[in-house]
């Protein structure tokens, strides 16, 4: 039986050590075939690294690497071209900066190549290394994770590194496509498009591939592909778990499927899966891998409610928002993978987007809540179970001193950089009731208004609206506008419940309930 090829990112290795591979290589053939110059954008440890290895293996003309694979027999094996493969993990940036680091990296590519520079510069040396290469066969230019650097430092206290780390790829890229005729093939991979880099403005002939439908299968696993290239794992999962083959799929379908760039085509992050398999345990991995700290941090000090990007339907021009000086956080959260596209309304060009499985949706949401607020893990279970409980059995009272508690754990020092204390608050009871499973909806639109929060239980419906200030203007208003209608032919008990904030004490200072039957409120 083959082995998992679990963080193998060099095709060679998956024939030295017999491991498993996923046959890419009739997509791969037909980019190669359909364009010369491409972008792809992918959330980190979804197979950009092994995608660029294997382009790079077939413009070498190694043969023997691709046994057995669709491509084999297509190939034309004796036109070898020369390779650029610049992989920005490889480059170390942090420790001696970017520019010093391009410059060594250029000079180890050189004395590889047999190349010898007259310019000093390193953008100069990049474009001297393409021309010399390519002067009597065009080169293949192959750049993986080349917006690493700039992602690295997208916190607040480093952000001047990344501006820094932006004009030296401006500067790195400048003259490329001046260069068409030394290139046979030119791509770049990364997590990120940033739309106002000059990156872009420099490379605007590449072909951004991220939501093609040609291509959106080019990385990560099908349904098919691991009932194809896995079925003794499977089996291996099926009988240490005792269960029917069918249940296992179902349940590696729920946690670690659900990866879309087209609405249509669905796909499994392989690190996961091949973690599944290695370690036959249903748990995070790809998330474990970089928990975004950035990401929660420019969330909560912007003031937005953590749910404003979960489950929405939003414009093609979203993903274009990746501006390193005003970073939109539904953009950060895509093109990063903690959301994805679930569907496409093709007539009004808009997209859904929602978490893509259990595995990220509850990491997400786990890593936000104690990055909100400081309890510790025994704390936090005890104040989370407190809410569930009393809201199954509608003791208001019970949820409010809940509440209570899970704001106070929220220290001074934590809302000092809070720009909106009502939107903090918001995302914290989002983030802990969809952590233990419960129905909440928030911002709810309909004719009589936009609800704060609409929460279902099996007996229970609740209306939820927050103020700062007082509880009572918070329950008019939901009185006034109606926010419960849609709900009255539900057969469930229907709550209204109006919240009120006190900004000094920074906690719920009160609350203020009321029944609503078939219409007509009752104290």
């Known amino acids: 039986m083959k082995k998992i090829g679990l963080g193998i990112q060099d095709l060679s290795k998956f024939k030295e050590k017999n491991l498993i591979y996923v046959d890419k290589t009739e997509t791969i053939y037909k980019l190669i075939t359909e364009g010369d110059y491409y972008f792809l954008s992918r959330p980190r440890r979804f197979g950009k690294s092994l995608l660029v290895n294997t382009i790079k293996e077939?413009?070498?003309?190694?043969?023997?690497?691709?046994?057995?694979?669709?491509?084999?027999?297509?190939?034309?094996?004796?036109?070898?071209?020369?390779?650029?493969?610049?992989?920005?993990?490889?480059?170390?940036?942090?420790?001696?900066g970017l520019e010093a680091s391009l410059e060594r990296y250029l000079d180890k590519l050189g004395r590889l190549k047999n190349i010898t520079y007259e310019s000093l510069d390193y953008s100069d040396k990049f474009l001297e290394l393409i021309q010399k290469l390519g002067k009597e066969k065009p080169v293949v230019i192959l750049i993986d994770e080349y917006d690493k650097p700039i992602i690295d430092?997208?916190?607040?206290?480093?952000?001047?590194?990344?501006?820094?780390?932006?004009?030296?790829?401006?500067?790195?890229?400048?003259?490329?496509?001046?260069?068409?005729?030394?290139?046979?093939?030119?791509?770049?991979?990364?997590?990120?498009?940033?739309?106002?880099?000059?990156?872009?403005?420099?490379?605007n002939h590449l072909r951004d591939i991220t939501l093609s439908r040609n291509y959106s299968n080019i990385i990560g696993y099908s349904s098919e592909e691991i009932k194809k290239y896995y079925p003794e794992y499977l089996k291996i999962l099926a009988d240490d778990f005792k269960k029917p083959i069918d249940e296992i799929t179902d349940a590696i379908q729920n946690w670690y499927n659900g990866y879309s760039w087209n609405g249509k085509t669905f796909l499994y992050n392989p690190f996961s899966v091949l973690s599944l398999f290695a370690e036959r345990e249903f748990k995070n991995y790809w998330f474990k891998t970089g928990t975004p700290t950035f990401l929660v941090k420019t969330i909560k000090e912007s003031g937005k409610k953590i749910n404003e990007s979960i489950n929405k339907m939003v414009d093609e021009n979203i993903f274009d928002k990746y501006d390193i000086d005003n970073l939109n956080i539904t953009a950060i959260m895509f093109q990063t993978g903690y959301l994805t596209?679930?569907?496409?309304d093709r007539n009004k060009n808009r997209y859904l987007l929602d978490f893509p499985n259990k595995e990220v949706r509850?990491?997400?949401?786990?890593?936000?809540?104690?990055?909100?607020?400081?309890?510790?893990?025994?704390?936090?279970?005890?104040?989370?179970?407190?809410?569930?409980?009393?809201?199954?059995?509608?003791?208001?009272?019970?949820?409010?001193?809940?509440?209570?508690?899970?704001?106070?754990?929220?220290?001074?020092?934590?809302l000092e950089k809070v720009k909106e204390y009502e939107g903090f608050y918001h995302?914290?009871?989002?983030?802990?009731?969809?952590?233990?499973?419960?129905?909440?909806?928030?911002?709810?639109?309909?004719?009589?208004?936009?609800?704060?929060?609409?929460?279902?239980?099996?007996?229970?419906?609740?209306?939820?609206?927050?103020?700062?200030?007082?509880?009572?203007?918070?329950?008019?208003?939901?009185?006034?506008?109606?926010?419960?209608?849609?709900?009255?032919?539900?057969?469930?008990?229907?709550?209204i419940v109006g919240f009120g904030f006190d900004k000094a004490q920074r906690n719920l200072a009160e609350f203020i309930p009321e029944k609503v039957d078939k219409g007509i409120r009752k104290k």
Request: glycine share 2%.
């Open 362 to 414: 509850e990491s997400f949401l786990n890593f936000a809540v104690y990055n909100y607020a400081d309890s510790s893990s025994e704390e936090m279970e005890y104040i989370v179970d407190e809410l569930t409980e009393a809201l199954n059995r509608n003791d208001m009272e019970s949820f409010f001193k809940a509440l209570q508690s899970l704001f106070s754990s929220i220290t001074v020092k934590q």
């Open 427 to 495: 995302s914290i009871i989002y983030i802990v009731l969809k952590i233990v499973g419960i129905q909440i909806d928030c911002e709810i639109q309909s004719s009589y208004g936009v609800t704060d929060a609409v929460i279902k239980t099996d007996d229970y419906i609740y209306v939820f609206e927050f103020k700062m200030g007082a509880a009572e203007k918070a329950l008019e208003q939901i009185k006034k506008k109606k926010y419960y209608a849609p709900f009255l032919s539900d057969k469930r008990t229907i709550n």
């Open 153 to 203: 430092y997208l916190e607040k206290e480093t952000f001047k590194k990344a501006e820094e780390n932006k004009e030296i790829l401006k500067t790195f890229y400048t003259g490329v496509k001046e260069q068409d005729r030394y290139i046979r093939f030119f791509m770049l991979t990364g997590v990120s498009k940033f739309s106002r880099v000059s990156i872009f403005s420099d490379l």
């Open 58 to 96: 077939l413009f070498e003309c190694n043969k023997e690497l691709f046994e057995d694979t669709w491509i084999y027999d297509k190939w034309d094996w004796d036109n070898k071209h020369p390779v650029i493969n610049i992989n920005f993990t490889e480059i170390s940036y942090k420790t001696q």
């Open 341 to 344: 596209i679930k569907s496409y």
